[in-house]
T-cell receptor, first 113, second 111 residues
Framework: GNSVTQMEGPVTLSEEAFLTINCTYTATGYPSLFWYVQYPGEGLQLLLKATKADDKGSNKGFEATYRKETTSFHLEKGSVQVSDSAVYFC????????????FGAGTQVVVTP | DADVTQTPRNRITKTGKRIMLECSQTKGHDRMYWYRQDPGLGLRLIYYSFDVKDINKGEISDGYSVSRQAQAKFSLSLESAIPNQTALYFCATTAYTGELFFGEGSRLTVL
């Protein structure tokens, strides 16, 4: 079946540090890939997405590239801010999933001043 | 106002009680979902609905039921709550782009 594996947290960083959160997936066909972010006390919101191999999604300084050869969609940001403290979820939508998303376990990121 | 509204936001109840969580959306989407979030497990799909007459079980539907009262309303019920149903519950909607729009969540504690 389909699955998403992402690195465990918490990840603790200083402000302006480089952030990478690893995400790998298992799926048949050509899934779409997503990163969602959950700020404290809020629901999830879409951060970025990629719908085909080699696509790069980007938003708010975050980037992720859909790598089919390594089945990965790692999230990166070059210089994090305290406001980036949140839980980040990698997710996939399989081609036959009728719109349902499969989520990873989430990675908590804590950015300190 | 939020596009996806969940009520209640927080609820504490006792084992064996019936609980209903409600969700309404103003985005005009046909597809609605209920997810459950547990620490270290991410979000798991409980039920989903593509329209008022179409209800489908997700991966963890046991112990839950749903009702799609209208295009904009989708409620989740726990007929007899048990402690391992203590979790954060999210309602979500989507059009056909794949992006899910989430409510702010309903935190349920079953004692």
């Amino acid at each position: 079946g389909n699955s998403v594996t992402q690195m465990e947290g918490p990840v603790t960083l200083s402000e302006e540090a480089f952030l990478t959160i690893n995400c790998t997936y298992t799926a048949t066909g050509y899934p779409s890939l997503f990163w969602y972010v959950q700020y404290p006390g809020e629901g999830l919101q879409l951060l970025l997405k990629a719908t085909k191999a080699d696509d790069k999604g980007s938003n708010k300084g975050f980037e992720a590239t859909y790598r089919k050869e390594t089945t990965s969609f790692h999230l990166e940001k070059g210089s994090v801010q305290v406001s980036d403290s949140a839980v980040y979820f990698c997710a996939l939508r399989a081609t036959d999933s009728w719109g349902k998303l499969q989520f990873g376990a989430g990675t908590q990121v804590v950015v300190t001043p | 106002d939020a596009d996806v509204t969940q009520t209640p936001r927080n609820r504490i109840t006792k084992t064996g009680k019936r609980i209903m969580l409600e969700c309404s959306q103003t985005k005009g989407h046909d597809r609605m979902y209920w997810y459950r979030q547990d620490p270290g497990l991410g979000l798991r799909l409980i039920y989903y609905s593509f329209d008022v007459k179409d209800i489908n079980k997700g991966e963890i539907s046991d112990g839950y039921s749903v009702s799609r009262q209208a295009q904009a309303k989708f409620s989740l019920s726990l007929e007899s709550a048990i402690p391992n149903q203590t979790a954060l519950y999210f309602c979500a909607t989507t059009a056909y782009t794949g992006e899910l729009f989430f409510g702010e969540g309903s935190r349920l504690t079953v004692l």
